[in-house]
């Protein structure tokens, strides 16, 4: 009887204590890998991210889609079952946001042009070859309203994917291209910044750009609206055959450039 006594009185008290023990122990700390895209090894799925954190310099870079409808051949077979270059949903301005949330790891604010200049040209019935010029009165405004140190034009390339991606460390990236117009009086300004982001990205990447592209004379803008900004870049980011995930790597290497170069100021 006693012995049994005994027993029940242990068990009371074990259940008595337990809850006090549990108030005792550390609590476990959160995991903020979800929201901190800042991280040694290159970011892929900026998607993934709940919630972009807030920019932590002064930096600012705009970002926009001239020729808005550019499209990746395996993208649109992904999403849509059909090949194609061209994609009035599915095309490269689904880039912006990953740009802005990777821009945004490296404590740099991003914004994006608020415009789809192709929807804006089929409704005025604009022609394609004028894109540039469509576009430029948006610019304007949107460089005359913040100032920004950092302005991106993003295309996608028209040649194959055997010329547009490159294999580092067992990790498939899509190639870039900077292109300068050289028909204006301040293209070296625009050459320098370019020149700046390539060799960052070489120095992340090696073989991940496809060097600097100067482009003017018959036949071509020449300007490519790079005379608005001395940090203007147009980025040719992969070509028809680079897939979402060669893409976001690149994405994410293109943000951690741009953070080096700005810190190297």
């Not at 008290?13 to 901190?36: N, Y």
């Not at 932590?56 to 409808?69: G, N, P």
């Amino acid at each position: 009887m006693k012995k049994t006594l005994k027993i029940w009185t242990l068990a009371i008290l074990i259940l008595f204590l337990f809850p006090i023990l549990l108030q005792l122990l550390p609590a476990k700390q959160s995991d903020s890998s979800s929201v901190m895209l800042k991280q040694k090894a290159y970011i892929v799925y900026a998607s993934n991210v709940l919630e972009a954190p807030k920019p932590s310099s002064d930096k600012k870079v705009l970002i926009h889609f001239t020729h808005s409808e550019e499209a990746y051949e395996p993208i649109t077979l992904a999403n849509d079952g059909k090949v194609a270059v061209s994609h009035k949903t599915e095309n490269i301005t689904k880039l912006g946001e990953k740009l802005q949330l990777q821009f945004a790891a490296f404590g740099i604010e991003a914004d994006l042009l608020p415009v789809d200049i192709q929807k804006v040209m089929a409704k005025k019935g604009i022609s394609y070859h004028r894109s540039y010029k469509a576009i430029r009165p948006y610019l304007q405004q949107s460089l005359a309203d913040k100032t920004y140190d950092i302005v991106l034009d993003i295309h996608r390339d028209s040649v194959t994917a055997d010329k547009t991606t490159v294999t580092v460390n067992g990790e498939r990236y899509a190639k870039i291209a900077f292109v300068v117009g050289k028909e204006h009086k301040n293209y070296s300004k625009n050459y320098d910044v370019a020149k700046r982001l390539n060799e960052q990205m070489e120095a992340r990447v090696p073989g991940i750009t496809r060097n600097i592209i100067v482009k003017g004379g018959p036949g071509v803008d020449g300007k490519y609206n790079q005379d608005l900004h001395p940090g203007f870049v147009l980025v040719e980011l992969g070509g028809i055959g680079n897939n979402e995930e060669e893409l976001n790597r690149t994405v994410s290497v293109i943000a951690e450039a741009a953070a080096s170069s700005f810190a190297g100021e």
